[in-house]
């Protein structure tokens, strides 16, 4: 129940972003306690036309970006993508655990290229 509020929190802040010409990125990555293995989540956003990252937050120890199944971007921490441009496409974010941590989190704000 608690994953489905998040989820539809995480739609509808999309949506109002998306309107802004601004679309946030958000990703978590988890470790199962039972099975002591690595557990992904994201909220895919498909974006049409390049758009620019511009700001970056979270608390890990860097992150990847995917587009599709295929790994485009690896950042070991969360300043040098500032100015990273991605082009259209499905793209998904997923944070690096920091060194014994259970759970890590990434938020990535793209911005439409032509308004800044």
């Not at 739609?11 to 978590?28: D, T």
């Not at 039972?34 to 390049?50: G, H, N, R």
């Amino acid at each position: 129940m608690k994953r489905t509020i998040i989820f539809l929190i995480v739609i509808l802040v999309n949506i109002v972003v998306i309107s802004a010409q601004n679309i946030v990125l958000v990703g978590e990555q988890a470790i199962d306690s039972e099975k002591d293995t690595p557990v992904l989540s994201c909220t895919p956003i498909k974006i049409t036309k390049s758009m620019k990252i511009t700001t970056v937050e979270g608390n890990c120890n860097g992150f990847w970006i995917q587009k599709g199944s295929e790994t485009t971007h690896k950042f070991v921490n969360l300043k040098d993508p500032v100015g990273t441009i991605l082009t259209p496409g499905t793209y998904y974010v997923y944070p690096n655990l920091k060194k014994e941590a259970k759970k890590a989190d990434v938020s990535v704000t793209l911005t439409s290229k032509n308004t800044g």
